[in-house]
């Protein structure tokens, strides 16, 4: 008996469950609008940083590849976002992080590991194949320089060939 009435309950419930999201995001939704332009912050804000690079995929040079990076930490932790073209409709490809050699190479990866999956950014960045935009030259040279002081490890999202819909 009792079970009958809380199965009878269970659709009330969740509808009120629903309005009050509903409600909640409306009234967020209208705060931003009484702060004008101003909109809350989210984990894909500060992705500023722009750098095209090559990268190798399956034994071959790819690219170069459009990085948007934003640091992490200090030491420093970079990820970086990658796509193929630097066009608002361009699919997300990669996910790089790039980590300061005084974090990574610590024993924390095995040596093995390190040589299948990481690369060495001195190296890279050494080719003159790594570009910088949207800064200064000088400030454009304190990335790269920061930079050749880490590793990278890339997470390959699609394969080039993968055929999806644009």
């Known amino acids: 008996m009792q079970f009958a009435k809380l199965k009878k309950a269970i659709p009330l419930v969740t509808l009120a469950g629903c309005a009050l999201i509903v409600g909640a995001w409306v009234k967020q939704d209208s705060k931003a609008s009484e702060a004008g332009s101003s909109q809350l912050a989210t984990p894909a804000d500060g992705y500023t940083i722009h750098v095209t690079a090559p990268h190798v995929v399956a034994g071959k040079v790819m690219g170069p ?59 890279e960045i050494a080719t003159e194949r790594v570009q910088v935009h949207d800064l200064p030259p000088d400030k454009a040279k304190e990335v790269a320089d920061l930079v050749s002081t880490t590793d990278g490890i890339i997470f390959h999202l699609w394969s080039p060939d993968d055929k999806v819909a644009e």
């Open 65 to 123: 590849y459009h990085h948007y990076c934003k640091v992490l930490s200090p030491e420093p932790i970079i990820e970086c976002l990658c796509y193929r073209s630097s066009d608002p409709g361009a699919r997300l490809e990669q996910v790089e992080y790039i980590i300061a050699k005084s974090i990574n190479r610590t024993g924390a990866v095995s040596l093995g590991d390190w040589n299948k999956n990481w690369h060495d950014h001195k190296q």
